[in-house]
């Protein structure tokens, strides 16, 4: 009787993996969707994004932009899910990013006083504790690191805030609050900033400011 029970269990558990796994290989097919072959760079390389994919709102563009802040600074508008580098002449260079989710946001200003090409990524103690499965270290170039290829640290006063713009593994989550507080762009998105940003560049994160879309 136990040797049937065992067999029906292990049956029902073959059954049910059987089920699942055309739901896995749809998934994994619409996610591989999003990138079209790799690009190298710098010694490593990262998955282009399939910008067909990507809704032209969220692809980097120049656009109209009205803001008090001096041309070079970085505007975040979490609220529309925009990061803007502020061009002359009322316009701006606009990348669609993703946001902290809710209970993770924060708002404010502070300063890129570090970057880092292909980053090495250590999970905070606070996130290890939502998730102690996560690894204590990812090198920089691994095909898991969640930064990408390029990160920029915000500072305030002289101390790491603990947020960062980097890039991203998930392209469908521009455009969307998926974050633990750090912005997130699109690799090519992050590479094109952090050419663009010099150590001491001056970030501003908008709190509840839609600023319109050219």
């Known amino acids: 009787m136990e040797l049937n029970r065992r067999m029906l269990l292990g049956g029902a558990a073959a059954t049910a ?3 699942f796994m055309p739901q896995i290989a749809q998934a994994n ?17 990262y998955r282009r994004t ?3 994919r990507i809704d032209p709102v969220w692809r980097r563009q120049m656009v109209k932009y ?15 899910h925009f990061l803007y580098w502020v061009w002359e002449n009322n316009t701006a260079l606009r990348y669609g990013v993703g946001v902290g989710r809710e209970g993770f946001k924060w708002y404010g200003r502070a300063r890129i006083d570090r970057k880092a090409l292909w980053p090495r ?12 499965d996560l ?42 609050d998926v974050s633990s507080g750090c912005v997130r762009m699109l690799p090519e998105d992050v590479i094109d900033l952090y050419q663009r940003c010099p150590k001491g560049t001056a970030v501003l994160v908008l709190e509840h400011l839609g600023a319109g879309a050219g």
């Not at 008090?68 to 975040?76: A, I, L, N, R």
């Not at 990524?121 to 102690?132: C, D, F, I, N």
């Not at 204590?136 to 690191?145: D, K, M, Q, S, T």
């Open 17 to 19: 993996g059987t089920l």
């Open 29 to 45: 097919a619409a996610a591989n969707a999003y990138f079209n072959g790799y690009q190298e760079d710098a010694g490593f390389q």
């Open 50 to 52: 399939n910008l067909n």
């Open 66 to 80: 009205f803001s008090p802040e001096p041309p070079g600074t970085v505007v975040v508008d979490t609220s529309n």
């Open 121 to 132: 990524w250590v999970p905070p103690p606070e996130m290890l504790k939502r998730q102690p």
């Open 135 to 176: 690894p204590r270290l990812v090198e920089g170039g691994a095909p898991n690191n969640p930064l990408g290829p390029r990160a920029l640290y915000l500072y305030r006063d002289g101390g790491d805030l603990g947020y960062r713009l980097h890039g991203t593994l998930e392209p469908w989550s521009i455009g969307h």
